[in-house]
């Protein structure tokens, strides 16, 4: 019940203004409201309160963030978390685009093919993925096979290490990437490349001028997309990684689930909020996320 | 019956909003709801999933239902974190947990926990040590010292100093990704005896680790993961849980589990503070420490009963196999509770902080 009257307040005033209105005015508000409401109480209010956990649990104060930044640790995670996602996004722009070219310019069923074949990566569970790479890396897995079968003598340690973990959330993730950039490309009208061509255009110098400026917001879309869902990855560098590899999230869970630390956890998110605005400001002003819509 | 529970269950839905709303505007603790749900005759357990929960189905679950009438809904997986979210917004999912002794002492003395109802739960059908910090003492699992007998022939590893010798047992290796266990293995392995581990000398075990990390090829977190490990023959040597080894020996893998230095942790059943069915909650657990239960949950996953009574009941080939075995119980490290409350936190940073390092 206290759901129903919590939210009554909120609505209460839509109706009203209906007849006063001078007219049309006040309709978009009204139907703005189901919208605003779900995003203060499940957006606003939930980051709120973790903002106030972050300086009242336990008590008022500033430790939290003051033991953030004076234990080397949680500097070099969040720094860590960071790196590893700008890995992984760079990565995944440099595997995807000539991929998402590819789909995107031809009309015939290599293309379908090569869609169907990212789309069905796209919709298998990333615990399965992750799984998958523990049995092709492994001791007894495909890549030590080959590797003994050439007589190379004992196969290099894949599993556990960075470039596992590595290879793992870039595999999850280029789907995110090859599907962004296809959306964008896949607009690109292909006569505007004829008429460059028609003007004296080199294929190369056609491409440089006239396709990848428009195919710029499939890039800053995919990137962002990829880079912020790389930021709270948690099973895949568990699972594939070192402890060397420990992200942010994997942090957060330990403080919350293990030490019922939520202040400190919170504090820890924040951070991490903090920075990823950072992150995105500095991109916004070289790069420009209005390209974000075309 | 019928009726009583789907109007029980719609109540506990519309708690759940409310208190969900309620703790988002940050005045949790004030909604009261003690006295607006009636004791429904089912109660909500907090389990693992998979084959834990089907085994608690079959010894507790199912034989309790038969002898009292109430039901049992389990929500899965076990979460310490949502204990505490539960108390705080007075909106629960769940009201018995079953989590390890120095997380329950910790619960405690946050407050988080429902004291034992004494005119539900009858002493004297409990056995010796079986309370403690208003839990109930349900089952035992060790952390063991398990190797791979086919890489081995001429004799294992016998103690954690074993493990750490490297020329005498080459082979790879993995360890548990938790500071507590390991520190306790590396003080063993540097000759600290097991009964003068505490207060735990964590520079020591740091240094000792030092030694080993090159060798480690793998630090484990998840149970799955570490079966996966050893079965696959990724990792020669580990640090184990006891009854995920002998669940792989059951299927023919072949491992051998060592006792010498094995540390054993207690799980203990316990009650969410302010639980809506919270009396029918103790009934449960009164129910689930006797003999016969117990019994039949070891039978099944070889986690060791806490009631001395429940051997009578075990095949003798899964009772050797058990923590709270007699022959085993002896040769493992005695862990205490209150010191590793207390210092949880700080050695987990320093672990943490000398794993990544």
């Not at chain 2, 735990?200 to 490990?229: C, F, M, Y």
């Not at chain 2, 503070?273 to 009164?286: D, L």
């Amino acid at each position: 019940m206290a759901g129903v009257v919590t939210a009554a307040p909120a609505t209460a005033t839509g109706p009203a203004a209906i007849p006063q209105g001078p007219g049309a005015g006040s309709v978009p508000w009204l139907l703005l409201m189901p919208a605003t409401a779900a995003l203060v109480l499940l957006f606003v209010l939930p980051i709120g309160y973790v903002l106030l956990l972050s300086f009242t649990d336990p008590q008022v104060s500033l430790a939290h963030y003051q033991r953030i930044f004076a234990v080397p640790l949680y500097t070099r995670i969040l720094f860590n978390t960071f790196a590893t996602s700008l890995t992984v996004t760079v990565i995944c722009l440099l595997l995807a685009y000539p991929l998402a070219y590819v789909i995107s310019r031809r009309n015939d069923w290599i293309s379908l093919v090569l869609l169907i074949c990212v789309a069905v990566c796209f919709w298998t569970g990333f615990i399965v993925r992750t799984y998958a790479w523990l049995v092709i890396l492994g001791n007894k897995g495909p890549v030590a096979a080959v590797w003994q079968g050439l007589g190379l003598g004992a196969p290099p340690q894949l599993l556990f290490t960075s470039f596992a973990s590595t290879l793992g959330m870039t595999h999850i993730l280029l789907p995110y990437m090859v599907l962004a950039l296809y959306s964008v490309m896949k607009k690109i009208d292909p006569n505007l490349l004829r008429a460059a061509a028609s003007l004296g255009a080199r294929p190369n110098a056609a491409f440089r001028a006239v396709f990848l400026p428009l195919s710029l917001p499939g890039v800053v879309n995919g990137s962002i997309l990829v880079f912020t869902i790389c930021l709270g990855f948690f099973v895949t560098p568990i699972l594939l990684g070192t402890p060397k590899d420990m992200m942010i999230s994997q942090l957060v869970n330990q403080q919350i689930e293990e030490l019922l630390a939520w202040g400190f956890a919170s504090a820890i998110a924040v951070v991490l909020l903090i920075a990823t605005s950072i992150v995105l400001a500095i991109y916004n002003r070289f790069v420009g996320l209005d390209r974000l819509w075309g | 019956m019928k009726t009583s529970g789907k109007s029980g269950q719609n109540r506990r839905q519309v708690l759940k909003l409310g208190g969900g709303l309620v703790a988002a505007a940050g005045i949790g603790p004030l909604i009261v709801t003690e006295r607006t749900i009636a004791q429904t005759r089912t109660i909500y357990v907090n389990t693992w999933g998979g084959s834990w929960t089907a085994a608690e189905e079959a010894a507790f679950f199912k034989p309790f239902t038969e002898a009292t009438g109430i039901r049992v809904r389990t929500v899965a997986p076990v979460s310490y974190a949502k204990l505490k979210a539960q108390v705080q917004t007075g909106s629960y999912e769940w009201d018995i947990t079953a989590i390890n002794q120095a997380e329950w002492l910790r619960a405690e003395r946050e407050g988080l926990v429902e004291p034992i109802d004494w005119t539900v739960v009858k002493k004297d059908a409990l056995f010796p040590n079986a309370v403690f910090a208003n839990g109930i003492a349900y089952c035992a699992l060790g952390t063991n010292l398990v190797y791979r007998k086919d890489k081995f022939p001429n004799g294992g590893p016998k103690s954690w100093a074993d493990f750490w010798d490297v020329k005498k047992f080459p082979g790879t290796r993995s360890l548990y990704n938790n500071s507590l266990r390991t520190v306790i293995f590396a003080l063993l392995a540097d000759g600290v005896p097991k009964d003068k581990l505490y207060p735990l000398d964590v520079d020591r075990a740091l240094r000792k680790l030092t030694e080993i990390k090159p060798h480690i090829k793998v630090w484990w977190t998840q149970g799955n993961q570490s079966q996966q490990l050893i079965r696959d023959g990724e990792v020669d040597m580990m640090a184990m849980w006891n009854a995920r080894a002998s669940e792989l020996a059951g299927q023919g893998v072949p491992v051998e589990l060592v006792w010498n230095g094995a540390t054993v942790s207690t799980t203990m059943w316990g009650v969410a503070k302010g639980a809506p069915n919270r009396k029918a909650a103790w009934e449960f657990i009164q129910f689930a420490v006797q003999a016969k239960p117990q019994a039949d949950f070891s039978n099944r996953l070889y986690y060791g009963p806490t009631n001395p009574e429940a051997f009578k009941h075990i095949k003798p080939e899964v009772a050797k196999q058990l923590p709270t075995y007699e022959e085993n119980y002896k040769q493992i490290a005695p862990s205490n509770i209150e010191w590793e409350a207390a210092n949880l936190a700080s050695i987990q940073e320093r672990f943490s902080q000398w794993l990544a390092s």
